[in-house]
């Protein structure tokens, strides 16, 4: 109808708000935080001098950052299967309706509404050595108390069932609307055709289920690299820094170590996987275009 | 006769939902508990008293904290409504050069970390001489890429013929926008507005490094703060926590429907 | 109307003139500070009473966080170039970085101008602030560790009270006072100390050692770290293996899950800040008595270095509101105003001449433990390893001890890993060092 370039006038009044916004308040300092990686100085912002990828190097020379770098997957490995499994679960068990289903379907939902520092909170009490039910329910089944949060060896495990707790929720709306999405008629195909429901689960709904469960992987792990607040408010990285992950590391340079061009640095590179890991999310949605069709 | 089909179902639920909330429940069985009382074993409190909620509103400005955070989210649910619509519109109704390099600049946003550019931002800030007040706590945050993701990819999966019939009755874009898309994208735009709100809620560094004043800070330092303050007052802590909840779960289970169904549609249909 | 309206007018004008002055004259002074809790609400008293006190200067105080908040707020301040306060508040870590900073205005200076002698000063805090022979802040809440009893436990036991302690004693009565049931789980320990670095630096202190070279940074700019040092070492092979014995609790970082053990009784001997006292001595309530005592020390007590915050004027304000500052400083140092912050919080006071203050003795003997910090400062050596480490990168450096106390905990022999952790502070240093060599 109209020429390709001619509506871009129409467009901009549109586009302006957000993409103005946008340039002012993302663009620009991420532009500026990378400039700054590009240099060193002192701690008060003075001396600043040119290092090229000195910074860069500096970074990927350290054994802190490669340690930083493994706790972090080790962290997304956690996370993942757990907030899939327990998400899938809850999915299943509330994505027909019945009656009664509404309720259930709000308490499985819920976490998505508790912010970071309330879950933080109620779990720190839950997992309270003297006070908290976690170890309580321990001694009562005879098992001694855990040191959850305080032992080197517990601590990364505790704060990925956090998260994954803290992003249930979210996992199991979108499974659960992935789930509702497969066509009634091939289950009750199969159910005519004599098969049982374990069959049922792993011959069809599964697979069928399978692309959604990638993308919504994809995001929990997306979700689990920048996780920040329930390790700000725990553990700070502790105890025994077996908690720094990647950009609890930025943080910590950032604002306890005041090297700020350094975590600057260190954050680029997340951001760099990050956007890999997103490159690689779109890539498989283009190919499920059709499938959902 | 369903019923009984249904029996497995109801049980494995229950156990289910027990336990999901189980962390909150103990938060909310500490908050009700008085000091002395804490470590007294049991689920609920023995002798429930409202004694942590007066404490933690009276020691702290929690009202004011609760204000500040309302005040802030609403206004950045209400611009990123507004700024996503607009965006998302465009890019979906409107044909350009650039378009889907556009909305990829948004999708690349996306991902940048908000530790990143936190200190240029608040430099920035600075300049305009915006720091300890509400401007700093809304206006970076009144486009989000997530809006403009969500949006544009929920309008692409409505019908053109709605769109379509309107043009060719002779309206213009924005009354398009106005009486078609934007009564068509409600279950997105609610989606968003929950997402948003609590989003905005849960913002902890930002708003703690641009306010100096207590009268500006918001709710999730409040949390912070008391857990530092009340170093052993479990009681006390978890009623402020409590506080700092209900807000966020009373919009989420407003806006519940609206909220699953955005989500879903948004997240999948791609 | 005429000559009387005119007249009407003109006085009108004068006074209004005279207000306006007079108004203008106020100078606010900003004073940023990270007290809160029951410390916040002495803090605000005592602005309240300056304020009240005279009507040149009005001081507003803001609760900025904790001092990991308040010294990062500064900083991206003083970057900025604005919004920086008048007066701040900076942890003891920070002496170093603020004297590096150029942007404050020396304690020394001001004094001098202003004709304070700096002598009313207890030496103890006054050399920990000094850097390069000058006095840089204020030490505004200072506190020195020390040793907490249950006496009940104590007396259980049969074991006496003492004042000052060896690590060997304190090793000994740990084991006699813990409690352990049938299956051999401990239901009392006999010491609890929180994984802080704090620790590690003040038993270095108290046995003579340094921190960091050039001693403790105080004879020339401390380049590297020192705290493979024999206290530091004995300390923490001897804590690792009193919890492995079970003897000794390990609750991690946090001083409240460590002081909840304490007061609940289940801890005998434990050690804190001076500044703990008023909190700790509220969660026990009545369960037992609550005895203290000075912090251990390896062979031979030298002394402990001084904790806690100390107040910056900085640069970059008219003469008139740096003066102000100072007023409000002026006023902090006076024995009277420092009675009543020591009564309120428990950290001790800085000048000389407040415990003989009437109301301050009367307290005393109601409470004797406020004055075992204070008799242990009185009886500590004046040398640059009681003046404490003065270092760069010093926040940074402390994480990489607790994290060495948790390796050694977890089995590591105390050497090797603050060798380790040795090599991380040293490059923590040199980088820091570097980057304000520049200047």
């Known amino acids: 109808m109209r020429r390709r370039r001619g509506e871009l006038l129409t467009a901009l009044p549109f586009l302006l708000p957000a993409y103005a916004l946008f340039l002012l308040f993302l663009v620009w300092p991420a532009l500026e935080a990378l400039w700054l990686s590009l240099h060193r100085e002192n701690l008060f912002g003075r001396g600043r001098e040119w290092v090229g990828l000195g910074n860069f190097q500096e970074v990927l020379a350290r054994p802190e950052f490669w340690k930083s770098a493994l706790l972090t997957l080790k962290f997304a490995l956690v996370v993942a299967p757990l907030e899939l499994v327990l998400g899938l679960l809850a999915a299943l068990l509330v994505y027909r309706p019945y009656p009664g289903v509404a309720f259930f379907r709000t308490l499985f939902f819920l976490t998505t509404a508790v912010p970071t520092a309330v879950a933080a909170v109620a779990w720190g009490w839950f997992l309270h050595p003297v006070g908290g039910w976690a170890n309580r329910a321990l001694a009562g089944l005879g098992l001694p108390p855990q040191p959850w949060l305080t032992s080197p060896d517990l601590a990364l495990y505790t704060l990925g069932v956090i998260t994954a707790w803290s992003g249930v929720g979210f996992t199991a709306i979108l499974l659960t609307a992935g789930l509702q999405n497969i066509p009634e008629e091939v289950l009750e195909a199969a159910t005519v055709d004599g098969a049982s429901p374990w069959t049922r689960f792993f011959r069809i709904t599964l697979p069928l289920l399978s692309p959604t469960l990638f993308l919504v992987g994809l995001l929990v792990v997306l979700k689990s690299l920048t996780a920040f607040g329930q390790i700000h408010l725990l553990t700070r990285g502790g105890p025994a820094e077996s908690t720094m992950v990647w950009i609890y590391r930025v943080y910590q340079d950032a604002f306890f170590n005041f090297q700020v061009p350094l975590a600057a640095a260190e954050a680029f590179l997340l951001f760099l996987v990050l956007l890999l890991l997103a490159a690689l999310q779109f890539w498989l949605l283009g190919r499920r275009v059709h499938y959902a069709a | 006769m369903r019923l009984r089909k249904l029996l497995p179902t109801y049980l494995m639920a229950s156990a289910y939902a027990f336990l999901l909330v189980l962390p909150l429940f103990t938060l909310l069985s500490a908050s009700l508990r008085a000091e002395g009382d804490l470590y007294a074993p049991g689920l609920l409190p023995p002798h429930p008293t409202l004694e942590p909620y007066r404490e933690a509103l009276s020691r702290y400005p929690l009202p004011r904290f609760l204000l500040n955070s309302l005040l802030v989210s609403v206004a950045v649910t209400l611009g990123v409504l507004a700024t996503s619509l607009l965006a998302a519109y465009a890019l979906t109704r409107l044909r350009f050069r650039g378009r889907e390099a556009l909305f990829g600049l948004a999708v690349a946003l996306l991902l940048v970390p908000g530790e990143v550019t936190f200190l240029p931002l608040y430099l920035l800030v600075d300049r305009l001489g915006w720091l300890d007040t509400y401007a700093a706590l809304t206006v970076p945050f009144l486009a989000s890429p997530l809006g403009v993701f969500l949006l544009r990819q929920y309008l692409r999966t409505l019908p053109e013929d709605y769109f379509d019939a309107a043009r060719i009755d002779g309206a213009t874009h924005w009354q398009v926008l106005r009486h078609v898309a934007l009564p068509l994208s409600a279950p997105a735009l609610g989606a968003l507005a929950a997402l948003t709100f609590i989003g905005t809620w849960n913002m902890y560094l930002w708003p703690l490094v641009v306010t100096k004043s207590r009268e500006m800070q918001t709710a999730q330092i409040a949390v912070n703060f008391i857990l530092n303050e009340e170093v052993a007052r479990w009681n006390v802590v978890a009623a402020g926590a409590i506080l700092v909840l209900l807000p966020t779960l009373i919009a989420f289970l407003l806006a519940q429907r609206a909220f699953v169904r955005g989500i879903a549609l948004g997240g999948l249909k791609g | 109307m005429g000559v009387q309206g005119f007249f009407l007018a003109k006085a009108g004008l004068l006074a209004a003139l005279l207000l306006g002055t007079a108004q203008a004259?106020?100078?606010?002074?900003?004073?940023?500070?990270?007290?809160?809790?029951?410390?916040?609400?002495?803090?605000?008293?005592?602005?309240?009473?300056?304020?009240?006190?005279?009507?040149?200067?009005?001081?507003?105080?803001?609760?900025?966080?904790?001092?990991?908040?308040?010294?990062?707020?500064?900083?991206?301040?003083?970057?900025?170039?604005?919004?920086?306060?008048?007066?701040?508040?900076?942890?003891?870590?920070?002496?170093?970085?603020?004297?590096?900073?150029?942007?404050?205005?020396?304690?020394?200076?001001?004094?001098?101008?202003?004709?304070?002698?700096?002598?009313?000063?207890?030496?103890?805090?006054?050399?920990?602030?000094?850097?390069?022979?000058?006095?840089?802040?204020?030490?505004?809440?200072?506190?020195?560790?020390?040793?907490?009893?249950?006496?009940?436990?104590?007396?259980?036991?049969?074991?006496?009270?003492?004042?000052?302690?060896?690590?060997?004693?304190?090793?000994?009565?740990?084991?006699?006072?813990?409690?352990?049931?049938?299956?051999?789980?401990?239901?009392?320990?006999?010491?609890?100390?929180?994984?802080?670095?704090?620790?590690?630096?003040?038993?270095?202190?108290?046995?003579?050692?340094?921190?960091?070279?050039?001693?403790?940074?105080?004879?020339?700019?401390?380049?590297?770290?020192?705290?493979?040092?024999?206290?530091?070492?004995?300390?923490?092979?001897?804590?690792?293996?009193?919890?492995?014995?079970?003897?000794?609790?390990?609750?991690?970082?946090?001083?409240?899950?460590?002081?909840?053990?304490?007061?609940?009784?289940?801890?005998?001997?434990?050690?804190?800040?001076?500044?703990?006292?008023?909190?700790?001595?509220?969660?026990?309530?009545?369960?037992?008595?609550?005895?203290?005592?000075?912090?251990?020390?390896?062979?031979?007590?030298?002394?402990?270095?001084?904790?806690?915050?100390?107040?910056?004027?900085?640069?970059?304000?008219?003469?008139?509101?740096?003066?102000?500052?100072?007023?409000?400083?002026?006023?902090?140092?006076?024995?009277?105003?420092?009675?009543?912050?020591?009564?309120?919080?428990?950290?001790?006071?800085?000048?000389?001449?407040?415990?003989?203050?009437?109301?301050?003795?009367?307290?005393?003997?109601?409470?004797?433990?406020?004055?075992?910090?204070?008799?242990?400062?009185?009886?500590?050596?004046?040398?640059?390893?009681?003046?404490?480490?003065?270092?760069?990168?010093?926040?940074?450096?402390?994480?990489?001890?607790?994290?060495?106390?948790?390796?050694?905990?977890?089995?590591?022999?105390?050497?090797?890993?603050?060798?380790?952790?040795?090599?991380?502070a040293d490059a923590a240093l040199e980088r820091y060092n570097r980057s304000v060599a520049g200047r």
């Not at chain 3, 009507?55 to 707020?73: E, F, L």
């Not at chain 3, 740990?174 to 320990?189: C, E, I």
């Open chain 3, 25 to 424: 004259q106020r100078i606010t002074v900003e004073f940023w500070h990270s007290m809160g809790g029951v410390l916040g609400e002495a803090t605000e008293a005592l602005v309240k009473e300056f304020n009240a006190s005279q009507s040149r200067v009005q001081v507003k105080a803001q609760y900025v966080g904790s001092y990991d908040d308040g010294i990062n707020k500064l900083l991206a301040a003083l970057r900025a170039g604005r919004g920086f306060p008048h007066v701040i508040q900076v942890y003891d870590i920070g002496a170093r970085i603020m004297a590096d900073s150029g942007a404050v205005v020396p304690l020394e200076d001001l004094a001098r101008k202003n004709g304070f002698d700096l002598d009313h000063l207890l030496p103890q805090p006054r050399n920990y602030y000094t850097v390069d022979g000058k006095l840089f802040g204020l030490p505004f809440n200072s506190s020195n560790p020390i040793l907490y009893f249950n006496m009940a436990a104590f007396q259980e036991a049969g074991v006496p009270f003492k004042p000052t302690w060896s690590l060997k004693d304190l090793e000994e009565a740990a084991r006699k006072l813990t409690k352990k049931d049938a299956q051999g789980r401990t239901v009392r320990y006999g010491l609890s100390i929180p994984i802080d670095s704090w620790f590690v630096e003040q038993i270095s202190y108290n046995s003579g050692e340094y921190f960091c070279n050039n001693e403790n940074g105080r004879r020339a700019r401390a380049t590297a770290v020192a705290f493979d040092n024999p206290a530091a070492v004995a300390f923490l092979d001897t804590y690792a293996r009193l919890v492995r014995e079970g003897v000794a609790a390990n609750t991690g970082r946090n001083w409240a899950d460590s002081q909840s053990l304490f007061a609940q009784g289940q801890a005998a001997i434990a050690s804190y800040s001076t500044a703990s006292l008023t909190g700790v001595l509220r969660q026990v309530g009545n369960r037992f008595p609550v005895r203290t005592a000075y912090y251990p020390y390896l062979k031979e007590r030298n002394g402990v270095a001084i904790g806690g915050a100390a107040l910056y004027v900085l640069k970059g304000f008219s003469e008139a509101e740096t003066q102000g500052a100072w007023e409000f400083v002026r006023f902090l140092l006076e024995p009277r105003t420092q009675a009543k912050w020591h009564l309120a919080t428990g950290y001790f006071p800085v000048v000389k001449g407040v415990t003989e203050l009437p109301e301050v003795r009367q307290a005393h003997v109601r409470q004797p433990n406020y004055t075992t910090a204070i008799q242990q400062l009185a009886t500590s050596k004046v040398n640059n390893a009681s003046a404490g480490c003065l270092m760069g990168a010093f926040p940074e450096i402390r994480q990489y001890v607790q994290a060495a106390w948790e390796e050694i905990l977890k089995g590591k022999p105390a050497q090797e890993a603050l060798k380790e952790a040795k090599a991380k």
